[in-house]
C-alpha cells in the first residue's frame, strides 16, 4: 500500500508542476504562483546556495537550477499529497508498531 501511496504523490507532484508549466505557457498566469510555491521555497530556503558550491560553475547555469526547480517542485508536492493521502488511506495493521523497536 505505501508504495502506490509514493507512486500516486509523485505522479501528483509531476502533474500539478506540469500543469504550471502548461498554464504559463498558455498565457495563464494568475495561478502559475501558487502551483509553484514547493519549488520556490526550496530553493529560496537551502538549495540556492547548495548549487553554488558545486564545482566548475556546474550548478550555477540557468539548466541545473531549472531541472533542481522542477525537482524540488515535484517533491514538496508529492510530500504533501502524500501525506493527505496517508489521512485518507492509513496503514491497516493487525498489530501497532512497537514504541521501543523491540518486540
Not at 500539478?16 to 520556490?40: F, H, K, M
Not at 550555477?60 to 533542481?68: A, M
Amino acid at each position: 500500500m505505501r508504495k502506490k501511496l509514493i507512486w500516486f504523490s509523485g505522479l501528483g507532484g509531476a502533474f500539478i508542476t506540469l500543469l504550471a508549466v502548461v498554464l504559463r505557457s498558455i498565457g495563464i498566469y494568475p495561478p502559475v504562483p501558487y502551483l509553484t510555491y514547493p519549488g520556490v521555497y526550496l530553493m529560496q530556503a537551502f538549495v540556492d546556495r547548495m548549487l553554488g558550491w558545486i564545482p566548475w560553475g556546474l550548478g550555477d547555469n540557468l539548466i541545473s537550477e531549472t531541472i533542481v526547480f522542477f525537482a524540488l517542485n515535484v517533491a514538496g508536492y508529492a510530500a504533501f499529497i502524500f501525506l493527505i493521502l496517508r489521512i485518507f488511506f492509513p496503514h491497516r495493521s493487525d498489530e501497532s508498531p512497537s514504541l521501543t523497536g523491540g518486540k
